[in-house]
Nanobody
Framework: QVHLVESGGASVQAGGSLRVSCAAS????????MGWFRQAPGKEREGVAS????????YYADSVKGRFTISWDNNRNTLTLQMNTLKPEDTGMYYC????????????????????WGQGTQVTVSS
């Protein structure tokens, strides 16, 4: 099954930018939906963005729309999240997730729609 490893997390100042990545080994297109989630201290894990690996349709949570960009490189099987104009509330552990295309067909991005997860990479935004 697919193996997901995140990287790129760091501590940055508010207003700055950061890119986190997710390397998907043993990837096949049966995993038609890739997503980013985050979990802040004391809060539930929440969906940030998702992308369909065939066709490229995307979803963004309202809180990050216009600031974050999700992309999928089908040559390297790598998922990325470009984060701009970062805010302290963006702080959290960022997780990469994968599942079939159905997970990308909904109007919301839910943890329960994904079965395959990475271990996470920490993003901290200071004011």
């Amino acid at each position: 099954q697919v193996h997901l490893v995140e990287s790129g997390g760091a501590s940055v100042q508010a207003g700055g930018s950061l890119r986190v990545s997710c390397a998907a080994s043993r990837y096949t297109y049966t995993y038609g939906c890739m997503g980013w989630f985050r979990q802040a201290p004391g809060k539930e894990r929440e969906g940030v963005a998702s992308i369909k690996t065939i066709g490229g349709s995307t979803y963004y949570a309202d809180s990050v729309k216009g600031r974050f960009t999700i992309s999928w490189d089908n040559n390297r099987n790598t998922l990325t999240l470009q984060m701009n104009t970062l805010k302290p509330e963006d702080t959290g552990m960022y997780y990469c997730a994968a599942d079939n295309w159905v997970a990308c067909s909904k109007k919301t991005l839910s943890v329960t729609d994904f079965d395959y997860w990475g271990q996470g990479t920490q993003v901290t935004v200071s004011s």
